[in-house]
């Protein structure tokens, strides 16, 4: 049993919790998930690492409802417990392995949209931790769906939050920022991570193709099972098939077919669509059943 020992609500439908996962919290990295079940019957939902404190043995986890097991997730308050937290799981942001001399002559951007703000921040940080200094850009619909500024705002170089319809920061898409960042400002970077909904990636991918900046993206939105076994995750980088949960999440944006894993994820949803998927599919279906490029 794990102990949920603070929750709270960040905004509409995206609430915030720290559990006690001491082995987690000793040995996660920023990049990696975790796979969180409510109870002994609950679903498995996979949830990317938002903050982890070693000293505490916490991990913090950022949850939006989307669901009724996600529903019942944000209603426990600090001192219920969740049956289990599995992690840490998938591979680490690269910049972890780098070594940070070198990682000193680089200028990173940093690029979140809505939720994606909570994987993007234990970036940030670890930026911080190590004397870097990043740049980031925060996206979010409106102002009451700006999430984590100040914590954000206490470990990036340069903030710069942007809203849809102009009710807070600037206004327009993350991508018009960039935009004039790189066009207006003269500002130059070397890598740019862009963590949110598919669609924000995607265009964010074309845009930094077009400015000649290599991008990292999180598949994180597109896992379900967490292990490979379920397909839900398959998607196409570089014209090769790899899964967000064994492979990524993070892959390199200008290699993957968003067009093709939006697809996915839409068809995904419904029994039929799956059967479908698994028909079309194949023996390439599954990531994790050892009959397929998913989990070399």
Known sequence: MFQIVKSEKLADKIYLMDVKAPRVAHSCQPGEFVIVKMDEKGERIPLTICDYDREAGTVTIVIQTVGASTEKMVRLKAGDFFEDVVGPLGNPSDFVR?????????????????????PVYPQVKWFHEHGLDADVIVGAK??????????????AGNL?????????????????????????QGKHYDVCVAIGPMI??????????????????SMNPIMVDGTGMCGACRL??????????????EFDGHEVNFDEAMKRQQMYKTEEGRAMLKLMEGDTHHGG??????DE
């Open 98 to 118: 780098e070594d940070v001399e070198e990682l000193k002559k680089k200028k990173y951007l940093f690029v979140a949209g809505g939720v994606g703000t909570a």
């Open 142 to 155: 409106t102002k009451d769906l700006v999430i984590l500024e100040k914590e954000m705002e206490a470990v």
């Open 160 to 184: 710069y939050v942007t809203t849809d319809d102009g009710s807070y920061g600037r206004k327009g898409m993350v991508t018009e920022v960039i935009k004039d960042l790189v066009e207006n």
């Open 200 to 217: 924000m990636m995607k265009f964010v991918c074309l845009l930094t193709k077009e400015l000649n900046i290599p991008t990292i993206v």
């Open 236 to 249: 196409t980088v570089g014209g090769k098939v790899k899964f967000a949960c064994v492979d990524g999440p």
């Open 289 to 294: 059943c050892g009959n397929c490029g998913g």
